[in-house]
Structure formats: structure tokens, C-alpha cells
């Protein structure tokens, strides 16, 4: 089975700033690594994901994540967020050899002008 | 085209009865999931379908929890005699069998949720 720790619930950050998300997992086999999105009062939304080749992966709106095996983590980073950016934001895991996937608990991040 | 849809978006119901949440994925998808969403639990899955193998039934809580699929497409998830707990959003979630193997790693796109209230 698979875990997956989302290490920050909740992160404020000024607009234009950086912001990074961290997620750990744990799991015995080979897993697929994601990052989900949920604004408010909208459904989950695929930001970006890690299968395999190379550790650093970009997905939409200038987000990119860093799969680092040897620390178990996939942290999640962007340069300078808007206010738009404003939401709920979910580490996922699946192993690769199954469809289901295993949640964070999420981490909200609110931006301020 | 068309992303998931579900049905209803809210539902109010007394302990004890029993409600169905209906899915809609999206055409061509074969694997369907069903998620729960709920503040002390977090996102928990619940149930998937892929084709026609027999689905993983592995996130049930409990017998009081079914979930059907007709014909490959809409999938019923039943909650028989409801409890207070089973309160929670329950998000229904599509995914297509290309790429990779057998669709394994593929996105999944998620519908906005049935909201269910059990009062």
C-alpha cells in the first residue's frame, strides 16, 4: 500500500512570490507521483505528473515538481504565483501497476496582494 | 467535449434511507472511480471499474456501499440505511485506457461531485 504525506496544510503567500508545496510518500514498489488542483467550489484538476525519465516535470500554469527518490518527495514549486492561484492543492501516488489513487490531505494556498 | 458529469449535485437525506449517486464518465474512458471527500477523512477512494474486469472494491467502508457499472459507461454508487458519517462529497472520476500500459499513470478527470448531506 501506498501513503502520501502533504507536509504543510495550510500556506499563505504574497502575490509574485514563490511558493513551494511538499509531499512525501511511502510505498514498496514503484509508484506514478501527481499533483492535483481544486479551486474553490470547482472539481480536481491534474497540474502535473511523474511516470518516469526525467525528475523534473512541468505542468500547467508555470508549475514543475521534483521527483527525488532517494528522499521519497515530490515537492511542488512555482516562481511567482497570482491570485489565482488561490486553492487547494492534493499530492497523489499510485503504485504502477494499479489504476487507484492515494491522497494527501491537501494544502491550501491562499495569495494576498 | 463533455468532461464527467454526476447526479444529483446536492443531496439531503434523513438517517436510515437509502440514496443513489449517479456518474457520467466521459465517452471512451473505460476506467471509472469513485472517490469520497470529506473534512475528517480527507480524499479516500471508495471503488474502481476498468473494462470488464471485475472491480476493486478495496475502499468500501462498509456492505452499506455498492457500486454498479451498466454497459461500460454510467456507474450507480448505492449507500443503503445512511449514516451521519457518510456525509461527504463523493467525486466520480474517469480515465482513458491509451497510452502507456493499459492506461496505467493516465490522468484522471475528475466530475465536480455529489455533495450529500445526511442529517
Known amino acids: 500500500a501506498q501513503s502520501v504525506t502533504q507536509l504543510d496544510s495550510q500556506v499563505p503567500v504574497f502575490e509574485e512570490a514563490p511558493v513551494e508545496l511538499r509531499c512525501n510518500y511511502s510505498?514498496?514498489?514503484?509508484?506514478?507521483l501527481f499533483w492535483y488542483v481544486q479551486y474553490p467550489n470547482q472539481g480536481l484538476q491534474l497540474l502535473l505528473k511523474y511516470l518516469s525519465g526525467s525528475t523534473l516535470v512541468k505542468g500547467i500554469n508555470g508549475f514543475e515538481a521534483e521527483f527525488n527518490k532517494s528522499q521519497t518527495s515530490f515537492h511542488l514549486r512555482k516562481p511567482s504565483v497570482h491570485i489565482s492561484d488561490t486553492a487547494e492543492y492534493f499530492c497523489?501516488?499510485?503504485?504502477?501497476?494499479?489504476?487507484?489513487?492515494?491522497f494527501g490531505a491537501g494544502t491550501t494556498v491562499t495569495v494576498r496582494a | 467535449g463533455a468532461g464527467v458529469s454526476q447526479s444529483p449535485s446536492n443531496k439531503v437525506t434523513e438517517k436510515g434511507k437509502d440514496v443513489e449517486l449517479r456518474c457520467d464518465p466521459i465517452s471512451g474512458h473505460t476506467a471509472l472511480y469513485w472517490y469520497r471527500q470529506s473534512l475528517g477523512q480527507g480524499l479516500e477512494f471508495l471503488i474502481y471499474?476498468?473494462?470488464?474486469?471485475?472491480?476493486?472494491k478495496s475502499g468500501l467502508p462498509s456492505d452499506r456501499f455498492s457500486a454498479e457499472r451498466t454497459g461500460g459507461s454510467v456507474s450507480t454508487l448505492t449507500i443503503q440505511r445512511t449514516q451521519q458519517e457518510d456525509s461527504a462529497v463523493y467525486l466520480c472520476?474517469?480515465?482513458?485506457?491509451?497510452?502507456?500500459?493499459?492506461?496505467?499513470?493516465?490522468?484522471?478527470?475528475f466530475g465536480p461531485g455529489t455533495r450529500l448531506t445526511v442529517l
Open positions: 510505498s514498496s514498489v514503484s509508484v506514478y
Open positions: 497523489a501516488v499510485s503504485s504502477s501497476n494499479d489504476y487507484k489513487l492515494s
Open positions: 471499474f476498468q473494462g470488464n474486469s471485475a472491480p476493486d
Open positions: 472520476a474517469s480515465s482513458s485506457p491509451f497510452g502507456g500500459l493499459a492506461g496505467l499513470g493516465n490522468e484522471q478527470f
